[in-house]
């Protein structure tokens, strides 16, 4: 694992949250696992939170709320 791997899954997640008719459940473990992703960066010593993993998360966010 490394940044572009965590930050890839982290994106995924945010895009599965953007699609509709996503059942709030789902989403809510999207953002959950995300998290724990975020955790896993935190704690490996061979990788290092970055401005892309911060993007990843925040997009997550922004597309769980669905602003459009």
């Known amino acids: 694992m490394n940044n572009y ?3 890839g899954l982290i994106r995924t997640y945010a ?3 953007g699609l509709r ?3 709030e459940e ?3 473990l999207y953002i959950k696992d995300s998290w724990e992703l975020f955790r896993q960066v935190e704690n490996d010593p061979n990788c290092e939170v970055n401005i892309h993993i ?3 998360m925040l997009l ?5 709320l669905r602003i459009d």
Do not use: E
């Open 54 to 56: 911060l993007n990843s």
């Open 21 to 23: 008719n996503v059942k």
């Open 5 to 7: 791997v965590y930050n």
């Open 60 to 64: 997550l966010h922004c597309n769980a």
């Open 26 to 28: 789902h989403i809510d």
């Open 15 to 17: 895009g599965a949250a």
